[in-house]
């Protein structure tokens, strides 16, 4: 690891100040930022933590809408969501081990945008709302790609706002080594209808299917997706699995989502 | 009736006490004064041409004492292999030079290129980003067939090619097994993968050089499996140190699996740094660079043939493997495919004609060594794989076909046709004892009950067979060994009858100090607590070999109970002296010496203070001290076998197994303590399960490692294991070791691999996917759909 400056604001404004500096970068709860500084793969001069804003820490309930606190770790939204939205409480409990839970942040996974992360696909199925520093970002504008998003230099992610779906599920089928998913599917079912989003599979990141969601709105039931067929092109092919195993996973998480939607 | 203390009973491992309240003493947690820091610069590429190398701009860099690189070492020699092979045709294998530091040339990623040494670690590894390397990267030899091939690129330019030997065994039945199989009824033929795997003991390597000026010593600190086999390699053979100005110290030590069997280029470097630089040298290896530095493990493909007679009795085995060793020989990388593989290929059956062919191939990878287990596990698995198809080709019941070609408990000492005889078994109780554990008659049931829950269950079975103890000096020196292999003990007992057991075996992870002090203490009839085992430092035990191929309780521990029959001799002399009587009268029993037939007496104690304060003491006869020491070279190996049987569940929809139950009916032979040999079988087959479903080593064509950390090298964890069932019931003593041990540390991996494909393949096929014939390991979701669906 170089060496860096640790600066702790108290609030969004000093941090977003503290950012404009050069070589400048926030940090959450680390798990992925401080690996990599180790490896001497990534590192800035400056780290902004972001754990000390009291306003990003916290998830909040008001009628059917969650909005949790960008700083807010895995496990804390895993125990506060799981009565109101019990497959986001799912996903956000099966992150990683305890350590990662309870380091690990919703505004840091988001900012991420690992193409096999589990919250970009909650928060494209939700059609969640990314609420930064200076404005809100709507899910399908958000992600634009592998470790690629909306966010501008300097940005922060304060909060993102989720409304709560009728049922949904997140099924995970986990990469043998990492345990991030190989493929991961969340659905969810709103009363204007459904919404399918996928991770871990596409080459450009989180991905909606959108067939998949036309044929649910019309029926929801895994027969409904039976005669689909997703392409396998722009899925990915590595060491742990080709695109078309991938594109087959798809379609029976999906199914299954249907099948075990709360 | 199970004991309370002593041979037989599960004491408590007293060594978990200082582990698990961390304050075991790591080489990691001994921080010398003055101590300065290692940081090895390695090749990124697999194969290249060092055209620049300029470390004058990052000596200047803060904190730098000095940069070494090959042009500081030419009067160092390289890296030595500790076992030479003869191929098929006479002649020694071919063996390329190993150096430290590269001398011109990268050979893998991770190769060594310089070393910094520097106040602090980051410090170092800044001067290192700062060293001008320019490298002409050269076309990597990574398959190990296309290797061999005519014109193909050399990893080392002074060989005729890539070819380390071609070895045939037993060479002069090559052309009656053709012809064996050439004539019978039937032939089941199987084409496998042995995956690679890459060691990751918990404990990384470490290695700490201390150079004393004063006396002109050295000291290395480094965690290995073997002390003094690293100041013979490394004193007499790199640095041209004699023994008595070395010592190497390899205090606890977090896991080895073979890896840390091997004498490495960073031990070397900082022995050598230390007396340059004039200070304490530390190299701390991180888990990025194990990948790359430590010795991987097996990397066999193979195709084997088991012919059979019309009465499904097998009349002979043909194989041919080619063996990845890498870029290097590492220090017993020739013998894994040779000698510790091709002398299993009978495994428990009466086959008559055997022929194993291996040709062992230099690739631009990191160098292939022993993994627990080392060339056994390769074996079984063809052979229990093989077995397994041929029964489903035939159509028979695998458990049946195996108990028919068995050798029989009453044809022991079995000579078999590869060379070794195998003094003890039963095959035929260790397996009925593991069908009878998982209820093999009912297994139907279990089938009906899965498939109603819409999965696919199989099970599988496999009977291995392995050689321990690793052995007769005179019989290695044969096959090509530069090292005897016999194990040293000295007991000391100290005046107030304590005894310190210093042993040349090694524990790293294994509970010696525990098991050890057992048997000593159950000789003398003493508390266990009585004895202490100390290990790890060449200053302290006589030269010894070792611990690996599950030799420690077979060859250390009966070293140690020859000592100790020399003390116990001793001081019934003393006794005798004591108790006026004649030796032959005086009995040991419960830690007191007493005259047969008479109600005297004397206790332990009371002798060894005699010995110790010899006022009333035979000087003219004895002399004083009660302190022996006893060299073991076993005559034969020691050959554990067992019962290995897995039942899993496939997911027909995604390819996802899961192990339902894992079940282990081992024969030991003798067993000192039970819960430390059931937790010896739990490890390995914990990593026989890994190698199974989970772990590969991937490279690409450029020689890039893929696995080179968790995101991709999958370990196995807790949840992907089952509960095991453990046995060890089934015992024939071993003829030849006083004791009538015959070791346990590998077993679980050995045994466990076939058992686990073999189970998946019967799933599959009694869910009717009869087309697949194999998949090779891991089996992992992707795979196993693939095979599924052809694709
Ligand atoms: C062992 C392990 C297992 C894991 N398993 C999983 C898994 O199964 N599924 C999964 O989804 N993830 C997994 N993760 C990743 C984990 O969820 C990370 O915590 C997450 O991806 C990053 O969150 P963080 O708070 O740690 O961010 P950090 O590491 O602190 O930051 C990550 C990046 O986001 C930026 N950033 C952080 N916060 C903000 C913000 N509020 N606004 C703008 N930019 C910001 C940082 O500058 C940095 O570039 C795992 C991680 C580890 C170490």
């Known amino acids: 690891m170089h060496n860096f400056e640790l600066v702790k604001p108290t609030t969004v404004e000093e941090a977003v100040a503290a950012l404009q500096g050069d070589d400048a970068q926030p940090l959450s709860g680390g798990q992925t930022l401080i690996p990599t500084m180790k490896q001497r793969l990534a590192g800035s001069e400056q780290l902004v933590s972001l754990t000390g804003i009291a306003s990003m820490q916290g998830v909040t309930i008001s009628g059917s809408t969650i909005t949790i606190g960008g700083a807010t770790t895995h496990a804390t939204v895993s125990a506060e969501v799981a009565a109101t939205y019990p497959a986001l409480s799912a996903l956000a409990g099966r992150i990683g081990d305890p350590a990662v839970r309870n380091r690990g942040t919703i505004g840091g996974s988001v900012a991420n945008n690992d193409p096999a992360a ?21 899910a399908d504008d958000f992600f634009q790609g592998m470790f690629a998003t909306d966010l501008e230099e300097g940005e922060i992610i304060t909060a993102v706002r989720f409304p709560v779906p009728e049922k949904a599920s997140y099924q995970k089928f986990e990469q043998p080594a990492s345990r991030f998913s190989l493929v991961g599917v969340f659905v969810a079912k709103f009363a204007d209808g459904v919404r399918v989003a996928v991770t871990g599979a596409g080459e450009d990141g989180v991905f909606r299917w959108a067939e998949a969601e036309a044929a649910l709105s019309a029926n929801f039931s895994a027969a409904a997706v039976e005669a689909l067929d997703l392409p396998s092109e722009a899925l990915i092919t590595d060491l742990h699995g080709t695109a078309e195993y991938r594109a087959h996973l798809i379609k029976v998480l999906t199914k299954r989502g249907v099948n075990e939607a709360v | 009736m199970p004991k309370d203390s002593g041979i037989g009973a599960s004491s408590k491992r007293r060594e978990d006490v200082r582990f698990l309240t961390g304050v075991g003493n790591y080489t990691d947690d001994i921080n010398m004064h003055g101590q300065t820091y290692a940081y090895f610069l390695r090749s990124e590429v697999a194969h290249g041409k060092i055209n620049n190398l300029d470390i004058a701009d990052a000596s200047a860099m803060p904190g730098v004492l000095k940069i070494f690189t090959a ?24 063996e390329p030079k190993h150096p430290i530091l590269a001398e011109g040339k990268v050979r893998h990623v991770g190769d060594p290129i310089a070393c910094v040494v520097a106040e602090t670690l980051e410090q170092a590894r800044d001067a290192a980003e700062a060293i001008e390397l320019d490298i002409e990267e050269l076309e990597a030899v990574i398959d190990m067939k296309a290797a061999l091939n005519d014109g193909a690129t050399k990893v080392h330019d002074d060989l005729d090619n890539n070819l380390c030997y071609d070895w045939g065994f037993v060479e002069e039945n090559r052309d009656a097994v053709d012809e064996a199989i050439k004539n019978a009824h039937h032939v089941t033929t199987l084409e496998l993968t042995n995956n690679r795997l890459v060691p990751n003991p918990m404990e990384p390597r470490v290695a700490i050089g201390d150079y004393s000026r004063g006396k002109d010593e050295y000291t290395l600190y480094t965690t290995s499996q073997n002390p003094h086999v690293i100041r013979l ?21 977090g896991g080895g699996f073979g890896s840390k069997i091997y004498h490495y280029a960073e031990e070397a470097m900082v022995t050598f740094a230390s007396k340059v630089v004039n200070r304490p040298v530390k190299w701390t290896c991180s888990r990025s660079e194990a990948f790359v530095s430590d010795a991987h493990g097996r990397d066999h493909v193979t195709k084997i043939e088991l012919a059979m007679d019309e009465n499904h009795m097998f009349t002979a085995v043909r194989t041919e493997t080619y063996a990845n060793m890498g870029a290097y020989l590492s220090t017993f990388a020739p013998s894994i495919p040779t000698w510790l593989h091709g002398t299993l290929m009978a495994g428990n059956y009466k086959t008559p004609l055997v022929y194993v062919n291996v040709k062992a191939v230099f690739t631009n990878t990191v160098p292939v060594d022993a ?31 195996r108990r028919k070609n068995f050798i029989k408990p009453e044809e022991f000492p079995y000579q078999t046709p ?18 009878e554990m998982v209820d093999y008659a009912n297994f139907d049931k279990r089938v009906a009950e899965s498939k109603a829950r819409g999965k696919l269950r199989g099970l ?8 321990c103890g690793i052995a007769p000096s005179n019989l290695v020196g044969q096959l090509g060994a530069r090292a005897g292999l016999y194990e040293s003990a000295t007991v000391r007992v100290n005046a107030t009858g304590g005894l310190v057991v210093m042993t040349g075996s090694h524990s790293h992870g294994q509970g010696h100090e525990t098991s050890f002090a057992q048997v000593v203490a159950d000789m003398i009839g003493i508390d266990e607590n009585m004895v202490e085992i100390v290990h790890g430092d060449t200053n302290n035990a006589p ?32 006794a005798s002296h004591l108790l006026e009587a004649s030796e032959g009268d005086i009995e040991l029993k419960d830690g007191a010496f007493s005259v047969a037939g008479t109600d005297k007496s004397i206790t332990w104690g009371e002798v060894c203070l005699a010995a110790y304060v010899p006022h009333n003491y035979p000087l003219e006869d004895l002399e004083p001290g009660l302190e022996e020491t006893a060299f073991y070279d076993p005559s034969n190996f020691t050959y554990p076998s067992g019962a290995y049987i897995c039942e899993v569940e496939v997911d027909e929809e995604t390819g996802k197994v899961d192990i339902l139950g894992f079940t282990a009916a081992d024969d030991f032979g003798n067993v000192i303590n039970p819960m430390i040999v059931e937790g010896q079988v739990h490890g390995g087959v914990a990593q026989g399960i890994g190698q199974a479903m989970l772990e590969n080593t991937v490279y690409d064509e450029n ?43 590998e077993a679980g991996a050995i045994g466990s691999p076939p058992a686990v494909v073999n189970a998946v393949i019967d799933a599959l096929h009694r869910g009717g996917h009869t087309h697949v014939e194999h998949i090779d390991m891991p089996v992992s979701p992707a795979r196993v759909w693939a095979a599924i669906n052809n694709k």
Not at chain 2, 236 to 245: M, N
Not at chain 2, 374 to 382: C, K, N, S
Not at chain 2, 418 to 435: E, P, Q, R
């Open chain 2, 418 to 435: 590869v060379a070794v005889v195998y003094d003890t078994g039963n095959y035929h109780a260790t397996l009925d004892k593991g069908l």
């Open chain 1, 118 to 138: 589990c919250y970009p696909s909650a928060v494209l199925a939700s059609g969640a709302t990314v609420v930064t520093n200076s404005r809100e970002i709507a």
């Open chain 2, 371 to 401: 993994y627990r287990g080392a060339g056994r596990p390769e074996a079984t698995y063809q052979l229990e794989r093989v077995v397994d198809k041929a029964a489903r080709e035939l159509g028979v019941d695998p458990a049946e076909l």
């Open chain 2, 71 to 94: 042009d500081d070492l030419t009067a160092a020699g390289g890296v030595p292999c500790g076992w030479q092979v003869t191929d098929r045709f006479g002649n020694p294998m071919q």
């Open chain 2, 703 to 745: 020689g890039q490692l893929l696995t080179g950390s968790y995101m991709d090298y999958a370990m196995p964890r807790a949840a992907d294991v089952p509960n095991f069932s453990v046995d060890h019931s089934c015992v024939t003593p071993c003829t030849h070791n006083p004791l009538g041990v015959k070791g346990c540390g």
């Open chain 2, 233 to 253: 390699l490394m004193g007499a053979f790199v640095l041209s140190i004699p023994e008595h100005k070395l010592r190497v110290v390899a205090p606890d030590v």
């Open chain 2, 460 to 467: 599988g079975i496999a009977h291995f067979i392995e050689a």
């Open chain 2, 543 to 574: 030269m010894g070999m070792g611990t690996y191929g599950s030799r420690s309780i077979a060859v250390g521990g009966s070293a140690m109970v020859r000592a100790t029959e020399k003390i116990i001799a001793k001081a019934k002399k003393v």
